[in-house]
């Protein structure tokens, strides 16, 4: 077999992994974002200040070593113990708090029923920004830790039916989008809806020609594709860019708040015709290729329905999410109805993977759809939580400069004070992705291709492979940073 032969092989007939070790995954990253806020909290309570000498280099390595760091380990040498690893840095953490939360100095006015009735500054939504964050490092780790032995095969896409962890980056990408969506947002029609529709046909053209330009590129260098993820000439630029377009004549069409309704009948309709008509057969075992364009593309091609249920779910859970809230209790509530609405939707997850078929990411059939929006509800309560935790930290400590997190509102703070946390947003890498979104996804492709061709994946060690990872990540948190640093957003569109 040849080099590109067996990459395609390495990628292929995968089954995935359970749902428990997916959903026990949503734990570590909120764990670290709790880490790192309270090595900020630690460093002010020892010195009084936040400032470090050099503070775009050292915010920067705070941020990679306490979030990129554990998430690459965790996926790499370390995901045979990811319970452990979890369990450790759950332990760390909170012994951490204990002692912050105890110690001498700190006002001891702080109790459950003041911090409920206690007010946050409104604006955005820290968790949103975070979710959206995580998602796409998490997907830029994953696309070239697959390549290495050391990545678990039971972690990748699977080929027909299955759970992998990069199955769900998938349709997490698709809803974290949907989050932020200016209908999500709440932002009115401007003039008619044929303009809107059309202005909405004008924004989707970068990821047109992003789509363009790595089909181009895949075929000049003979890079290995795995056909049946997508197909021929299909890949997910094309998917977001007709599901963005989709999506937005339906919400132009029918009201926002009704969007989830859409999103059930859409699943479910999808379903019925994989499981009435001959559509799931034609998908999965009609492998001719050559006959056209449909029958070349077929995987991506009709996909595209069960990502647009996905969508229009997230769009109405972040309709949910930004509603105007200012008190603490308000956001608790939130937090429990994700976590209900989340063990609903496992419920009716398990209901259908018994009595129709189970997840399909290839597909994306119901079961798909239901499993990715309630790890996603469940991964946001989690962020939702840890946030809380580090919000009380801070009221606590009266620190209030942990970046991408809530901050207490208090009416005693002064100007200066708003101004130096505002200032710390500067140097943190969450804002930094964040500002760049799509140029991030961009250059972690481009770097991945790059690295496959300079690297042999196959022959790495395990040191090795976890090195060039961390390498990788850190050229493309770094070129992010840099253009962070200077305000730079790259869009054009």
């Known amino acids: 077999?040849?080099?590109?032969?067996?990459?395609?092989?390495?990628?292929?007939?995968?089954?995935?992994?359970?749902?428990?070790?997916?959903?026990?995954?949503?734990?570590?990253?909120?764990?670290?974002?709790?880490?790192?806020?309270?090595?900020?909290?630690?460093?002010?309570?020892?010195?009084?200040?936040?400032?470090?000498?050099?503070?775009?280099?050292?915010?920067?390595?705070?941020?990679?070593?306490?979030?990129?760091?554990?998430?690459?380990?965790?996926?790499?040498?370390?995901?045979?113990?990811?319970?452990?690893?979890?369990?450790?840095?759950?332990?760390?953490?909170?012994?951490?708090?204990?002692?912050?939360?105890?110690?001498?100095?700190?006002?001891?006015?702080?109790?459950?029923?003041?911090?409920?009735?206690?007010?946050?500054?409104s604006g955005l939504v820290p968790m949103v920004?975070?979710?959206?964050?995580?998602?796409?490092?998490?997907?830029?780790?994953?696309?070239?830790?697959?390549?290495?032995?050391?990545?678990?095969?039971?972690?990748?896409?699977?080929?027909?039916?299955?759970?992998?962890?990069?199955?769900?980056?998938?349709?997490a990408y698709i809803f974290a989008n949907a989050?932020?969506?200016?209908?999500?947002?709440?932002?009115?029609?401007?003039?008619?809806?044929?303009?809107?529709?059309?202005?909405?046909?004008?924004?989707?053209?970068?990821?047109?020609?992003?789509?363009?330009?790595?089909?181009v590129s895949l075929k000049m260098t003979g890079y290995h594709e795995h056909v049946t993820e997508y197909g021929v000439h299909w890949n997910f630029f094309f998917t977001l860019a007709i599901v963005r377009v989709v999506a937005s004549v339906l919400l132009a069409l029918f009201p926002v708040r009704h969007s989830w309704i859409i999103a059930v009948l859409l699943g479910g309709l999808y379903q019925l015709a994989l499981e009435t008509t001959g559509l799931k057969s034609f998908l999965l075992h009609n492998n001719d290729r050559t006959i056209d364009f449909l029958h070349a593309n077929k995987e991506g091609l009709f996909s595209v329905l069960g990502y647009i249920a996905i969508y229009m779910a997230g769009v109405r859970i972040g309709l949910y999410l930004m509603k105007p809230r200012t008190l603490v209790r308000d956001y608790f509530v939130v937090i429990r109805n994700f976590l209900l609405g989340s063990g609903v939707l496992y419920g009716a997850l398990f209901l259908c993977q018994a009595t129709v078929e189970p997840v399909s990411r290839r597909l994306a059939n119901l079961s798909f759809c239901l499993w990715t929006v309630a790890q996603c509800m469940f991964f946001?309560?989690?962020?939702?939580i840890g946030d809380m935790m580090l919000l009380m930290l801070q009221r606590k400590t009266h620190c209030y400069f942990v970046p991408s997190s809530w901050n207490p509102h208090e009416k005693d703070q002064d100007a200066v004070a708003e101004r130096k946390r505002r200032s710390l947003d500067r140097f943190c890498l969450f804002q930094a992705v964040n500002r760049n979104q799509l140029l991030f996804f961009l250059l972690a492709n481009v770097t991945t291709g790059l690295t496959n061709i300079l690297?042999?994946?196959?022959?790495?060690?395990?040191?090795?492979?976890?090195?060039?990872?961390?390498?990788?990540?850190?050229?493309?948190?770094?070129?992010?940073?840099?253009?962070?640093?200077?305000?730079?957003?790259?869009?054009?569109?």
């Open 1 to 121: 077999m040849s080099q590109r032969e067996l990459k395609e092989a390495f990628v292929s007939n995968l089954t995935g992994t359970s749902l428990g070790e997916v959903a026990l995954g949503s734990f570590l990253a909120p764990l670290c974002f709790i880490n790192r806020g309270l090595v900020w909290i630690l460093y002010y309570q020892g010195r009084g200040t936040i400032p470090l000498p050099f503070p775009w280099i050292s915010h920067f390595f705070v941020d990679f070593a306490t979030i990129i760091a554990p998430l690459v380990l965790s996926c790499t040498m370390l995901s045979d113990i990811l319970h452990w690893v979890i369990m450790g840095l759950a332990l760390v953490s909170g012994a951490v708090q204990w002692c912050v939360y105890h110690a001498k100095g700190n006002p001891q006015t702080t109790t459950t029923k003041s911090f409920l009735q206690s007010h946050v500054q």
């Open 380 to 384: 946001l309560a989690c962020l939702a």
């Open 129 to 171: 920004t975070v979710f959206r964050v995580l998602v796409n490092v998490k997907t830029a780790i994953s696309i070239l830790a697959v390549d290495f032995n050391v990545f678990p095969r039971r972690y990748a896409k699977t080929e027909v039916y299955g759970t992998g962890v990069m199955d769900f980056g998938v349709g």
């Open 179 to 215: 989050l932020v969506c200016p209908e999500a947002r709440g932002k009115t029609i401007i003039g008619s809806k044929m303009n809107h529709i059309a202005k909405q046909l004008m924004t989707v053209w970068p990821l047109v020609f992003l789509g363009l330009g790595r089909l």
């Open 455 to 493: 690297v042999d994946t196959f022959s790495t060690s395990d040191y090795v492979s976890v090195s060039v990872l961390l390498s990788y990540m850190l050229i493309n948190c770094g070129a992010v940073h840099v253009l962070h640093l200077f305000k730079i957003t790259v869009k054009f569109w």
